[in-house]
T-cell receptor, first 111, second 113 residues
Framework: GEKVEQHESTLSVREGDSAVINCTYT??????FPWYKQEAGKSLHFVID?????DRKQSQRLIVLLDKKAKRFSLHITATQPEDSAIYFC??????????FGDGTQLVVKP | DMKVTQMPRYLIKRMGENVLLECGQD?????MYWYRQDPGLGLQLIYI???????SEGDIPKGYRVSRKKREHFSLILDSAKTNQTSVYFC????????????FGPGTRLTVL
């Protein structure tokens, strides 16, 4: 099956700087790549996704990049704020299969 | 109001006791999931339900079973709980399986003594 790896287990940035979280996947047939955020002590919620028909997607301060050749995708958070501090999970799936999650990256935004 | 609910939110049981975790959703989603989350291990998929009475094992089904008799309800059952089943359990739902956003419940923190 698919295996999704998140390269950074923790990431610390200064408020206002950009944060980048990188993920790789193994299944060349994967075509859907969502990101989820989990704040301390809370549940997960969806933040942004990208499908394989595009290589870039932006929603406000969040940018997702997809490199299908390298089987790599990344989440860029610009102008970070304290409320961005959380665990971020990347995931991948085929269009007709379950989602496989990475192990999460703890992002800390320092004031 | 799109919502996934879980009951109970906190539960303490003794080893060998039976455990019932319940999940509900109000979005008429076909697909529902049970995950467990342990520190450093991310999310592990226990079971997927594609619809009523249509369930499939995930990555770690041993020691668990599920029941889905109504589309809006999905239960996770631990027969004779073990201490290594102490974890946080999340239920989620999605419109369909695969490439669709999952909506997560608030989680149930289960402690097995």
């Amino acid at each position: 099956g698919e295996k999704v790896e998140q390269h950074e287990s923790t990431l610390s940035v200064r408020e206002g700087d950009s944060a980048v979280i990188n993920c790789t996947y193994t299944d060349t047939a994967s075509s859907y790549f969502p990101w989820y955020k989990q704040e301390a002590g809370k549940s997960l919620h969806f933040v942004i996704d990208i499908r394989s028909n595009v290589d870039r997607k932006q929603s406000q301060r969040l940018i997702v990049l997809l490199d299908k050749k390298a089987k790599r995708f990344s989440l860029h958070i610009t102008a970070t704020q304290p409320e961005d501090s959380a665990i971020y999970f990347c995931a991948a799936s085929r269009s007709n299969n379950r989602i496989f999650f990475g192990d999460g990256t703890q992002l800390v935004v320092k004031p | 109001d799109m919502k996934v609910t879980q009951m109970p939110r906190y539960l303490i049981k003794r080893m060998g006791e039976n455990v019932l975790l319940e999940c509900g959703q109000d979005m008429s989603h076909e697909t529902m999931y049970w995950y467990r989350q342990d520190p450093g291990l991310g999310l592990q998929l226990i079971y997927i339900s594609y619809d009523v009475d249509s369930n499939s094992e995930g990555d770690i089904p041993k020691g668990y079973r599920v029941s889905r008799k109504k589309r809006e309800h999905f239960s996770l059952i631990l027969d004779s709980a073990k201490t290594n089943q102490t974890s946080v359990y999340f239920c989620a739902s999605s419109k369909d399986w695969g490439a669709y956003e999952q909506y997560f419940g608030p989680g149930t923190r289960l402690t097995v003594l």
